[in-house]
């Protein structure tokens, strides 16, 4: 009896080895947020039909298969693959803007028989195994070679912009900055590459004019010193202050190139009031619906914002104004904890991997799931403007849902091949 049970032991490790060394608090968290998005999406839904719910639940079934297959496959294999990764996204985003469905607004998607697939979620994962890869052979500790990535990025990050899907765009951005900082860009750097988006904002804020022109100065000053101290001195200065006074006046031509449903997004955020039937009314009714329920919630189903249909789009985008008003602000508070928990694996497996590779991995994917909660909470109570972008693991949507778990699969091959610790 006792051989016999050793022998199951034996057979039991060796079917569990392959993954012998995952992240496995990353992995709950992951798998218990995924479950808590498939009971919010179900709650939402108005026509009682659970189509939307249960094809989330086999999406997650099935990324999970794949998180768990990358996690056992060695992820520096990804180092002779990335520039055909790079190109494929690159032509699935030129499909797109050839052949795409057009949906909200923004030509995203391609249908594909009963599926719509938007390429520009796993164009996120493209752009950060690619930058990985490039920064791991040359850091960004020069100029040369922060234009290097950012040419890498502009590519298709201008593809999504033009779809238009500013949401996407911005992501790329973010996952960008974030890479570069981690690979030794001068922190002076990352602050001029996003000033001018902040002098055309602060040019453009609504408030007296002698005021924001005030505000416009200071901050183009300010980046004259930065350019000053991180770039060639004068040069520097003067670069930095050239910048910023053309990019103001830019960014009132760019302000003018969108459409009129993107403007309301990005300033109405600031009082919804202002349009409360209109490009207000999300805003409004989210923030009703989180207020409403209190510290334990109305209880799955039993929202009347919720079930009442008061906000569109409330499965994808505004998923969390129906969890913090069916579960309250302890649930609200869990999903906080469960993104802190795996933003703190995501920093460990970047500090603990093996290579430069797998460091940048780990925090590019980190820099897209911070931005994006951060833009999608901060929309649904009023912090920030309604920009269409999915909150991880809880937003319906079956190519976000791969995306993330692809991403989750490649830290977990970053954790898995990672030194074993002695004890």
């Known amino acids: 009896m006792l051989q016999n049970a050793f022998r199951r032991q034996l057979r039991w490790k060796s079917w569990i080895y392959p993954w012998h060394n995952l992240d496995w608090v990353l992995l709950v968290a992951v798998v218990l947020l995924?479950?808590?998005?498939?009971?919010?999406?179900?709650?939402?839904?108005?026509?009682?039909?659970?189509?939307?719910?249960?094809?989330?639940?086999?999406?997650?079934?099935?990324g999970l298969g794949i998180a768990l297959g990358l996690a056992r496959w060695r992820y520096t294999q990804l180092l002779v693959l990335h520039w055909w990764i790079y190109?494929?996204?690159?032509?699935?985003?030129?499909?797109?803007?050839?052949?795409g469905t057009s949906a909200n607004g923004?030509?995203?998607?391609?249908?594909?028989?009963?599926?719509?697939?938007?390429p520009s979620e796993f164009a996120k994962m493209g752009l950060i195994i690619s930058l990985a890869a490039l920064l791991h052979q040359r850091s960004a500790d020069s100029i040369p070679a922060v234009l290097q990535t950012l040419a890498v990025t502009i590519v298709p990050w201008g593809l999504i912009f033009i779809q238009p899907d500013l949401g996407t765009s911005l992501v790329f951005g973010a996952i960008t900055l974030g890479m570069l900082y981690w690979a030794n860009a001068n922190p002076g750097w990352i602050i001029l590459i996003i000033s001018p988006l902040v002098s055309a904002i602060a040019f453009s804020l609504p408030l007296p004019f002698n005021l924001s022109l005030l505000i416009w100065g200071l901050w183009t000053v300010g980046m004259g010193i930065i350019g000053w101290q991180s770039l060639y001195g004068p040069l520097g200065a003067f670069m930095g202050v050239v910048v910023n006074l053309v990019s103001a006046g830019l960014g009132q031509l760019l302000w003018g190139l969108l459409k009129e449903y993107q403007k309301d997004r990005l300033t109405l955020f600031l009082d919804?009031?202002?349009?409360?039937?209109?490009?207000?009314?999300?805003?409004?009714?989210?923030?009703?619906?989180?207020?409403?329920?209190?510290?334990?919630?109305?209880?799955?189903?039993?929202?009347?914002?919720?079930?009442?249909g008061f906000i569109p789009e409330q499965h994808t985008d505004f998923i969390f104004s129906a969890i913090g008003e069916e579960l309250g602000f302890v649930g609200a508070m869990l999903v906080l904890l469960l993104f802190w928990m795996i933003c703190w694996r995501l920093i460990a497996i970047a500090n603990s991997a093996q290579d430069n590779f797998g460091s940048l991995l780990a925090i590019g994917v980190f820099s897209m799931i911070v931005f994006q909660v951060f833009i999608n909470i901060g929309m649904t109570i009023g912090l920030t403007p309604v920009t269409g972008i999915p909150l991880p693991w809880l937003s319906y949507g079956r190519s976000a849902l791969i995306t993330n778990f692809v991403a989750l699969g490649l830290v977990e091959s970053v954790a898995n091949f990672r030194p074993r610790k002695k004890y």
């Open 272 to 308: 919804p009031d202002k349009d409360p039937l209109g490009g207000g009314y999300h805003l409004i009714q989210s923030r009703i619906a989180i207020g409403a329920g209190g510290l334990w919630g109305k209880g799955l189903s039993h929202g009347t914002q919720t079930q009442l």
């Open 87 to 99: 190109l494929a996204i690159n032509l699935l985003l030129i499909a797109v803007i050839a052949i």
């Open 34 to 62: 995924t479950g808590l998005g498939v009971m919010a999406i179900r709650s939402t839904e108005l026509n009682k039909d659970f189509s939307d719910w249960i094809q989330q639940l086999a999406t997650a079934v099935l």
């Open 106 to 118: 923004a030509q995203s998607w391609i249908t594909i028989g009963s599926f719509n697939i938007q």
